[in-house]
């Protein structure tokens, strides 16, 4: 049996890992290619797009793929639709993982928004000192903010457009409530803008926000895909595998 997992989060990493030690199933995982140094996970890695729902069916058939997992982050929206489409395209059976999104608890001060251009906005109107953790990709839309400074983390540099005012703090997580609480302090954050990415390895800054009362913006994730299943953990993804592969496993 073989498994294309498409990658570029944690979980994937770890669905991977789980497969791969359980040896039943030939694994391939996909990324995109984005991240300089990507953490590889065990198995079969190939990197790139695959050009479109189209390029991926193709694939699909081409290497005999029996089931895809979309392990993507929740905000990568293009490859899961084309995900959902391939899959639908070449008859191979798919299932989505998915961590769950961050919930508030009290203390926090929390304002959602749907895209990062309100979430530039409503940003500006909260602060002047912005820790901004969307990535580098989407700095395009605070590119016009000149009268508030950022700080942007990201794990590889940002090319142009971005905010004039800005410094760049290179760091890939997972990162911990000390580190957080002390980025927050010597930066003297007054607001931090987050994609709802959920999980554990980036949740400590959103505790830090909490504990020094700062407002947070927090950008919702765009929809799934409609009908595909989804899990939650990397367990339940590769007991989904497996129940594949060994129709009797539990
Ligand atoms: P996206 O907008 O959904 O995808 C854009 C294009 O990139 C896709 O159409 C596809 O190209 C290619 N692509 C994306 N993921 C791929 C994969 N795993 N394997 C092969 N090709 C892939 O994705 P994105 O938001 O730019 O994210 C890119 C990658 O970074 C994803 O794998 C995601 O898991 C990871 N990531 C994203 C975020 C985020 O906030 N968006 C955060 C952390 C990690 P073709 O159409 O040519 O196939």
Redo the contacts with the bound molecule.
């Keep these: 049996m073989h498994v294309l997992i498409?990658?570029?989060?944690t979980e994937?990493r770890r669905l991977a890992e789980t497969l791969h030690e359980d040896g039943t199933a030939r694994i391939t995982s996909?990324?995109?290619?984005?991240?300089t140094a990507p953490r590889l996970p065990p198995g079969e890695v190939?990197?790139?797009?695959?050009?479109?729902?189209e390029?991926?069916a193709r694939w699909l058939r081409e290497h005999q793929v029996d089931a895809v997992i979309d392990?993507?982050?929740?905000?990568?929206?293009?490859?899961?639709?084309?995900a959902a489409g391939a899959a639908a395209d070449a008859h191979v059976p798919l299932l989505a993982l998915r961590r769950p999104g961050w919930a508030p608890v009290e203390g926090d001060d929390w304002h959602m928004v749907d895209t990062l251009t309100e979430a530039a906005d409503t940003a500006r109107a909260l602060g002047r000192r912005v820790f901004l953790t969307?990535?580098r990709?989407?700095l395009a839309s605070f590119a016009h903010v000149t009268d508030a400074w950022f700080l942007v983390r990201s794990v590889d540099a940002p090319e142009p457009p971005y905010p004039p005012r800005m410094e760049v703090l290179l760091d890939r997580g997972p990162f911990t409530l000390d580190g957080e609480r002390e980025v927050l302090r010597r930066y003297a954050v007054d607001v931090l803008v987050t994609?709802d990415?959920g999980g554990a390895a980036t949740a400590p800054k959103l505790r830090a926000a909490r504990e020094a009362a700062l407002p947070v913006v927090i950008v919702r994730r765009p929809p799934a895909p409609d009908g595909v299943p989804v899990a939650a953990t990397p367990e339940e993804a590769a007991s989904w595998v497996l129940r594949r592969v060994q129709p009797d496993a539990s």
Excluded at 6 to 9: A, K, P, S
Excluded at 30 to 35: D, E, K, P, Q
Excluded at 46 to 53: D, M, P
């Design positions: 498409l990658g570029g989060t994937a996909s990324l995109a290619g984005r991240v190939r990197v790139g797009g695959f050009g479109g729902a390029g991926l392990a993507t982050h929740p905000f990568a929206d293009t490859i899961s639709c084309n969307t990535g990709m989407g994609k990415s």
